[in-house]
């Protein structure tokens, strides 16, 4: 009896009362409102940064496993791993993570490998859309012609060339285009207000992962 | 206007009158009623893909996303009955899942739904806990973690929910050149749906993500949600047309009502 009411009502409960505070903070201009909804998105944060603790617990079982079997294949990978973090670690705590040293390892190292990632994308898009604009139907058709129409519109000697097609990308961008972004942002709107109204309500209980 | 914030008063009047909808659709779920929901195929695809890497004796990945498990988050709230109806199918043939996460806070989360449905699909020995993985929390380095996974350990099928930013297409390319039969989704509207349509074998967005846990569970509360959202977006549309009617007719009303 204590486990499920451990389980199940006293997360419907905090999940009820703390939702219900942030929700009517948007609308409504009450101080205990607006005060509570600034605390609670505080706590998150700092419920976020005890779940990073559970992350790096996560590290070590993961890339511990290979180190202790002595697996050929993902131990150096695994061994690079840990010892970086707990070097960038050891530096973030004795130099503080504002430092000079932290600051080298992240524009080194770690900057330099996101950047390596972020460019990548441009080689993987080029693939992809090589691989998708290809007239087999009718939308792959009309697909492939507003694309043209797009990148055209980017390159300026097409404008010179060709007003009318610049004046119609740039309708087809700011009408069309618009219209249909706006009309998705309005879909997931109504469906996270609704979503969020039956999980805070405690008429879907779904997200609490199964039924007592 | 008194306790209400300046512009935000018809907008409370809509959320109320939302939430009342909720709740009597879904009391009408309770006395019986039953909605239609059209056939899914990427969702009935997600059984074809575990068969498939059950067959070729590799295992299945599944990303839940980068984002923080925030409340109402709908990408979140929807990827979670898919990884529960993956692992359980995964856990019956017992084939390998590995399901990657991009936050800390997820992490733990999605282990928990791993292993429960380990244990109700009667093969508790199935779960391992070093194949719930986090990656890091950024998400170029989350896309690296996976960019790696795939090709280390093989990976047959690549299941992509959850909400994902610029790096989506690295992951999803990295399962293109690992051959991997990929379905993934988005609920909320981003640039990077795109690349789920190139890329993805099956690929759901917005509405249908919204209704997967629906379509899955077949539950009346969770099919009374999507109903409900059907209901309400009549109603908005029928207000927005009487709306752009009268202001074409020069009358103002509505226009001075929204904004209230």
Known sequence: MMSVVLRKYIPLVIVGVLGFFTIFSFPLDIKVFTDTSTQLGSWVMLLASFALGIGVINLFIVHGHPIMKKDKEKWPYSAALLLSLIIVFLIGIVDSVTGPSYKFLYDVIIGAGLLTLTALRGFFMFSAFTRAYKARNLEGGVMLLATLFVMMYQVPIFDSFLPQMSEFTKWMLDVPFVGVTRGFAMIAGIAMTIMAFKMLSGMDKSWMGREE | ?260
């Open chain 2, 1 to 260: 206007m008194f306790i209400f914030v300046d512009g935000r008063l018809t907008l409370f009047v809509l959320m109320a009158c939302m939430y009342g909808a909720a709740f009597f659709i879904g009391q009408w779920a309770k006395r019986g009623k039953t909605w239609y929901l059209r056939k899914m195929p990427a969702i009935d695809a997600l059984v074809e893909g575990i068969g498939r890497a059950t067959e070729l004796g590799r295992p299945v990945h599944f990303s839940a996303g980068v984002d923080r498990a925030g409340p109402g988050d709908p990408d979140r709230a929807q990827a979670y009955p898919i990884l529960k109806f993956v692992a359980e199918n995964c856990a019956q043939r017992d084939c390998r899942l590995i399901t990657t996460v991009g936050k800390a806070d997820v992490y733990a989360i999605c282990d928990q739904i791993v292993k429960e449905a380990a244990v109700t699909s009667g093969n508790p020995d199935w779960y391992k806990a070093e194949d719930v993985q986090f990656l890091g929390e950024d998400q170029f380095v989350y896309a690296a973690g996976v960019m790696g996974l795939l090709p280390q350990e093989k990976v047959a099928t690549n299941y992509i929910f959850g909400y994902h930013r610029g790096s989506l297409i690295n992951l999803l390319e990295a399962g293109k050149m690992n051959d991997c039969f990929q379905i993934g989704g988005m609920a909320r509207q981003s640039g990077e749906m795109a690349f789920l349509a190139i890329c993805c074998d099956y690929w759901m967005v917005l509405e249908e993500m919204i209704a997967a846990g629906a379509y899955i569970s077949k539950d009346p509360g969770q099919l009374s949600t999507v109903a409900t959202q059907d209901y309400v977006k009549f109603a908005l549309l029928a207000l927005m047309i009487t709306g752009a009617l009268l202001i074409t007719a020069n009358i103002d009303f509505i226009k001075r009502l929204v904004l209230l």
